[in-house]
T-cell receptor, first 114, second 110 residues
Framework: SAVISQKPSRDICQRGTSLTIQCQVDSQVTMMFWYRQQPGQSLTLIATANQGSEATYESGFVIDKFPISRPNLTFSTLTVSNMSPEDSSIYLC???????????FGEGSRLTVL | GQNIDQPTEMTATEGAIVQINCTYQTSGFNGLFWYQQHAGEAPTFLSYNVLDGLEEKGRFSSFLSRSKGYSYLLLKELQMKDSASYLCAVKSGGSYIPTFGRGTSLIVHP
């Protein structure tokens, strides 16, 4: 199973600012996934990040708002740009390294936007 | 698209058995996962079903009926530490990425 480290674990941000979340995996993986979990809601996929190519965004998410980097096979960043209170959420990084294709998740980054 | 439905909240008594249901409507079903998520923590994988029937793993079992679009997670000998959110997630349509339900918050009381 993969071990995934995310930082920051939590942050309080001002409206209009941007924050970059880092995700480090202890093994090389082809795809990394970024999810959002708003209070009381399900996990929603933001985008899939492949090394060496642009991220693939899900409906409702755009690169200008959530730029993603994937410089190598063990690391990715997600930036939440021009934040508003509606962006207050937990952001989770994950990989599908399980035998059955199950996802392993980082600890999550809890963002609060004031 | 997919539609995944789970009860929002359930309560049960320590030592008892609880069944958490999940129904889904999808095309090209390709597997169903159950995850456990404690408050403030990341989800952790519990089980995977792709064929009909029951998969048992210790105190936890998961059942799937593809024809009915139905799964359940069965937790036996409940412990206080089982208080958590349980997420049902479905893969379908050739996608390798599952879609998650809203989760069922289970409260275990003494």
């Amino acid at each position: 199973s993969a071990v995934i480290s995310q930082k920051p674990s939590r942050d309080i941000c001002q409206r209009g600012t941007s924050l970059t979340i880092q995700c480090q995996v202890d093994s090389q993986v082809t795809m990394m996934f970024w999810y959002r979990q708003q209070p009381g809601q399900s996990l929603t996929l933001i985008a899939t990040a492949n090394q060496g190519s642009e991220a693939t965004y899900e409906s409702g998410f755009v690169i200008d708002k959530f730029p993603i980097s994937r410089p190598n096979l063990t690391f990715s960043t997600l930036t939440v740009s021009n934040m508003s209170p509606e962006d207050s959420s937990i952001y989770l990084c994950s990989v599908d390294q399980g035998r059955s294709g199950e996802l392993f998740f980082g600890e999550g980054s809890r963002l609060t936007v004031l | 698209g997919q539609n995944i439905d789970q009860p929002t909240e359930m309560t049960a008594t320590e030592g008892a058995i609880v069944q958490i249901n999940c129904t889904y409507q999808t095309s090209g079903f390709n597997g169903l996962f159950w995850y456990q998520q404690h408050a403030g923590e990341a989800p952790t994988f519990l089980s995977y079903n792709v064929l009909d029937g029951l998969e048992e793993k210790g105190r936890f079992s998961s059942f799937l009926s593809r024809s009915k679009g139905y799964s359940y997670l069965l937790l036996k000998e409940l412990q206080m530490k089982d208080s958590a959110s349980y997420l049902c997630a479905v893969k379908s349509g050739g996608s390798y990425i599952p879609t998650f339900g809203r989760g069922t918050s289970l409260i275990v009381h003494p």
